[in-house]
T-cell receptor, first 113, second 119 residues
Framework: SAVISQKPSRDICQRGTSLTIQCQVDSQVTMMFWYRQQPGQSLTLIATANQGSEATYESGFVIDKFPISRPNLTFSTLTVSNMSPEDSSIYLC??????????FGPGTRLLVL | AQTVTQSQPEMSVQEAETVTLSCTYDTSENNYYLFWYKQPPSRQMILVIRQEAYKQQNATENRFSVNFQKAAKSFSLKISDSQLGDTAMYFCAFMKHGNYGGATNKLIFGTGTLLAVQP
């Protein structure tokens, strides 16, 4: 498995601002994933981040709204830009060290007022 | 496109009893993985058990076991000797078998089943 940490664990933000979420893994991994879990809902994949290339976004998610960085094999950031109350969710990163099982970070709980 | 269906939004079980959570899925793929994840109130997503579609033997992890019926596209989770700490949301998930570093290995989640273990 892998040990994954996320910062911040939670935040309360004003609409129109941006928040950057960090994800750190204790081992080098090729692929990192960012998911959104809206209140009372299941998880939806936002994008897949490979080191050294542009992130791949799922339908309904765009880079301008959710820019992602992947500077090395143990770290990634997701920015939620120009936030609105609809962005209030839990954001989770995950990794798949061997291409067969994803392990999740503890999540970042975001509330936008 | 793959879909995962969990038809039980909520379930309840007495401590020390056994409970089964249902999951069905739809796919045209032959090689894939199925998972059960647990999300307690802390919100951490925890892997409970994993099944590889090409394996006929049902996966088992301590008190957790699955009943994998590939032809029926069914993947239920059995929790034996339920404990209070098992109280959580349980998600069934599907992932295509892909080449490492190639396919996105995207997880498709069901809507979840909220399990309450009663003392």
């Amino acid at each position: 498995s892998a040990v994954i940490s996320q910062k911040p664990s939670r935040d309360i933000c004003q609409r129109g601002t941006s928040l950057t979420i960090q994800c750190q893994v204790d081992s080098q991994v090729t692929m990192m994933f960012w998911y959104r879990q809206q209140p009372g809902q299941s998880l939806t994949l936002i994008a897949t981040a490979n080191q050294g290339s542009e992130a791949t976004y799922e339908s309904g998610f765009v880079i301008d709204k959710f820019p992602i960085s992947r500077p090395n094999l143990t770290f990634s950031t997701l920015t939620v830009s120009n936030m609105s109350p609809e962005d209030s969710s839990i954001y989770l990163c995950s990794v798949d060290p061997f291409g067969e099982t994803q392990y999740f970070g503890p999540g970042t709980r975001l509330l936008v007022l | 496109a793959q879909t995962v269906t969990q038809s039980q939004p909520e379930m309840s079980v007495q401590e020390a009893e056994t409970v089964t959570l249902s999951c069905t899925y739809d796919t045209s793929e032959n090689n894939y993985y199925l998972f059960w994840y647990k999300q307690p109130p802390s919100r951490q997503m925890i892997l409970v058990i994993r099944q590889e579609a090409y394996k006929q033997q049902n996966a088992t992890e301590n008190r957790f076991s699955v009943n994998f019926q590939k032809a029926a596209k069914s993947f239920s989770l059995k929790i034996s000797d339920s404990q209070l700490g098992d109280t959580a949301m349980y998600f069934c998930a599907f992932m295509k078998h892909g080449n490492y570093g190639g396919a996105t290995n995207k997880l498709i989640f069901g809507t979840g089943t909220l399990l309450a273990v009663q003392p």
